[in-house]
DNA sequence: TTTCGTATTAACAATATTGTTAATCATTAC
DNA sequence: GTAATGATTAACAATATTGTTAATACGAAA
């Protein structure tokens, strides 16, 4: 009755993608996602008839999330390279602030279930087939321009999204030992420094 | 009758093994397991009662290796601080060409199941407390003496995990798309190189 | 060779998990 | 008011998965 009435629908969908995010296609189980939404377990099989079919919108939604923040990070602007890298660390860090489990999430159900990677490379191919050879034409620019160390497009992301993201991958066990355990937030800000000085010391002659 | 005759208990226990790795507990089915190993799910029961059980062996031998790799590649020595950061990122990095997808496994189930983080916690703190303030002591000394620039002793263990895990976290993804496939072992030693190339730019003055 | 313990199997049992159905309830449209 | 439609429930059904058992085979020790 309150302003925020949800359907049930999407009460079981929001469920679901917190179970799914935390264990799994295999460790969920629809009987703990309807308990979890409040809802008998017939319900989530009346919307959704199928765990396959819940999954897969969990699924395609998060990959579509992905395919969004390479577009994102990695957009052409007039900024010189050197302060766009800079930006694109700190906006693909603030992006996984705000998606901590989307990684892990998708690494292990494309690397445990091999069968759902088609969907997956159908919506990146695309765009890793623009973004690296782009990417690599400017580095190899600045390169003859005498402004930055070679590299190649590919490792240059590898070690932007290695950095960034491991920290969240394991962010919830380090957080189990007290005797790292500190501020969430300072932790997070320091570690995006971390990374931004990194990279620019990689990059700098 | 040959030579590398494996006793039925250590054949389910490899297969074991392998599917926990790849589908993780919830992923792993002992009929599947027992298939694998050649034989009747029953045998698998027999030697081992529960999947549990079967689990656990698997588990606690990996944490081990995890322990282990800790105190191996930090471990003191006379060598100049830096060339020993060189020698600890290189051996970290060759023990995951050995190990690749331990990493993924362990904080998988260590997520997604934290019931399991006592024993990985128990293994794993006497370690990071002895490491980490050694390490940290040591960094100190050198920036005094003006050898390096400050940095703490966790962010440079981040630093060279998450370097060098998150490359064999994403290979079996990676390698699924043609335009970025060629010859393995190049790219591992490729990234190798950039890994520690990154962490000697951020510690050299 | 008998005896004893381990290994092995097939068949069964128990439980967990997913999925269906038929009956009921609620809401809106007529 | 009632017909129609979607939402909801409880109870059931089917299947997948784990675990047990009882019978048997095998090999070594007595």
């Known amino acids: 009755m309150e302003i925020k009435d949800k359907s049930k629908e999407e009460i079981i969908l929001k469920a679901a993608e917190v179970e799914f995010m935390l264990k799994g296609f295999h460790g969920a189980k629809t009987t703990s996602i309807a308990k979890e939404a409040g809802v008998t377990h017939a319900m989530l099989h009346y919307y959704y008839r199928t765990k ?16 969004d923040i390479i577009v994102r990070s990695f957009a052409n602007s007039h900024m010189p390279l050197l302060e766009r890298v800079k930006l694109t660390i700190e906006s693909h860090f603030n992006f996984l602030v705000e998606n901590q489990e989307l990684p892990r999430f998708l690494i292990n159900e494309l690397i445990s279930q091999p069968e759902r990677r088609k969907i997956f490379e159908n919506k990146i ?16 620019d600045e390169v003859l321009k005498g ?23 394991v962010f919830p066990i380090i957080t189990s030992f007290d005797s790292l355990s500190g501020n969430t937030s300072d932790f997070f800000e320091n570690r995006k420094q971390e990374n931004v000085e990194l990279i620019m010391r990689r990059l700098k002659k």
């Not at 396959?52 to 395919?67: A, C, D, H, P, Q």
């Not at 070690?159 to 960034?164: A, F, G, M, R």
């Open 147 to 169: 402004n930055i160390r070679a590299i190649k497009a590919f490792d240059l992301i590898l070690d932007i999204v290695s950095l960034n993201v491991f920290v969240f991958v």
């Open 52 to 67: 396959e079919n819940l999954f897969n919108k969990v699924f395609e939604t998060k990959v579509s999330l992905i395919s």
């Open 125 to 140: 191919e695309d765009v890793i087939g623009i973004v690296i050879p782009a990417l690599q034409k400017e580095l190899d």
